[in-house]
């Protein structure tokens, strides 16, 4: 049996908790300084290295019956989840009216449908050249702003401008990630993060949106003209922070290990308790960067009870459509 390699499973734990973390303190960003240049740094880097990594682990995708084993995986749960989530809305008071819409994903369900889509535009990608292959994605993640017609719905947006990571870590082996965790780059990666944070935190008049990749020019500042080439620098600083990231991951199994193998039960569950928290009167309990070690606690707390035996056992229907709980870590997610 093959083993997992904990190095992958210690990055993805690390990167749930910070978007477990990012959506808790995103209710205090408008009025905390500290809390924004955390928040904005923790998207410099957290879903362009998920998506690195699932492209990484993307290779099998010319496999027989690879894409109607990942519409089963990813697609089915996108809407069963879309219409859980949906009613939940309308009962926590989050919207006024059910909005039932496939097509308009909920929050952070938008993940799967770009997910799934990356993976199919292997097929054409992968034809060319790597370096011509990513040249023309990131050309693509450029252009894609120009037009307010792709935006969120259907997810269209991330897709583009995401894929370039996908299409990266599908080029990238193994060895790679060895070297870029020898003690040099990590050192340099710590010094990068902590340069990235400080200027966040100095020049706080950037648009955190830019990296959402949701949106058209025309709707983030500055000007639309201007998009394009702002795109282009957002583009390097995200790669640069997701690689320093990447260089700092433990490589050894930790007792938080295991919970990298949960990741999509995190990722699909976890926003039922956010919207319940940004909804309720505890949100204006926790209201100043002070109490950030609460928070902190709060997300871990929350990834690791999400990961547990308990909670997959009972969600496995609807996330993994299986009605048997498997000890055997090899069907997790990866």
Same mark, same amino acid.
């Given at each position: 049996?093959?083993?997992?390699? $904990? ?16 959506? @808790?303190?995103? &209710? ?20 362009? $290295? ?7 682990? $993307?290779?099998?995708? +010319? ?50 449908? =770009?997910?799934? !889509? ?18 023309? &994605? ?8 120009? #037009?307010?017609?792709?935006? &969120? ?9 995401? #894929? ?24 340099? =990666? ?29 709707? %983030? ?14 583009? !390097?600083?995200?790669?640069? $922070?997701?690689? =320093? #990231? ?25 926003? @039922? ?15 100043? &960067? ?11 707390? %929350? ?29 997790? +997610?990866?």
């Amino acid at each position: 049996m093959k083993t997992r390699d $904990a190095y992958y499973d210690n990055a993805k734990f690390l990167l749930v908790f910070f978007v477990v973390f990012g959506h @808790f303190i995103q &209710s205090y960003i408008e009025e905390d300084k500290l809390f924004y240049t955390i928040y904005t740094t923790i998207y410099t880097f957290h879903m362009p $290295a998920f998506i690195l990594i699932s492209g990484f682990f $993307a290779k099998g995708f +010319q496999k027989k019956g690879y894409i109607k084993k990942l519409f089963k995986k990813l697609l089915i749960p996108y809407l069963i989840f879309q219409g859980i989530y949906s009613l939940y809305y309308f009962f926590i008071n989050e919207v006024k009216s059910i909005e039932l819409d496939p097509l308009n994903p909920q929050w952070s369900l938008w993940f799967l449908v =770009s997910l799934f !889509c990356w993976n199919v535009m292997l097929y054409v990608f992968t034809k060319w050249k790597a370096g011509i292959a990513l040249l023309i &994605s990131a050309a693509l993640g450029v252009s894609v702003g120009y #037009f307010d017609e792709i935006n &969120s719905y259907l997810s269209l947006s991330r897709t583009f401008v995401f #894929f370039p990571f996908f299409l990266l870590g599908y080029y990238l082996n193994n060895d790679y990630f060895v070297r870029i965790r020898e003690k040099k780059f990590r050192f340099t =990666s710590f010094f990068i993060l902590i340069s990235i944070f400080i200027t966040i935190y100095l020049v706080p008049e950037f648009e955190y949106k830019w990296f959402f990749g949701s949106k058209p020019y025309d709707s %983030l500042e500055p000007a639309h003209l201007n998009g394009g080439l702002i795109r282009i620098g957002v583009y !390097c600083l995200t790669l640069l $922070a997701t690689l =320093s #990231f990447l260089a700092l991951v433990p490589r050894k199994k930790f007792f938080f290990t295991q919970w990298g193998t949960s990741t999509l039960y995190v990722y699909l569950l976890h926003g @039922f308790f956010i919207k319940f928290f940004r909804n309720s009167e505890y949100v204006d309990i926790i209201n100043h &960067s002070d109490q950030i070690i609460v928070l902190i606690l709060l997300s871990i707390f %929350l990834v690791v009870f999400l990961s547990s035996k308990m909670v997959r056992r009972i969600s496995q229907p609807i996330i993994e459509l299986r009605f048997s709980f498997l000890n055997n870590t090899s069907h997790q +997610q990866r």
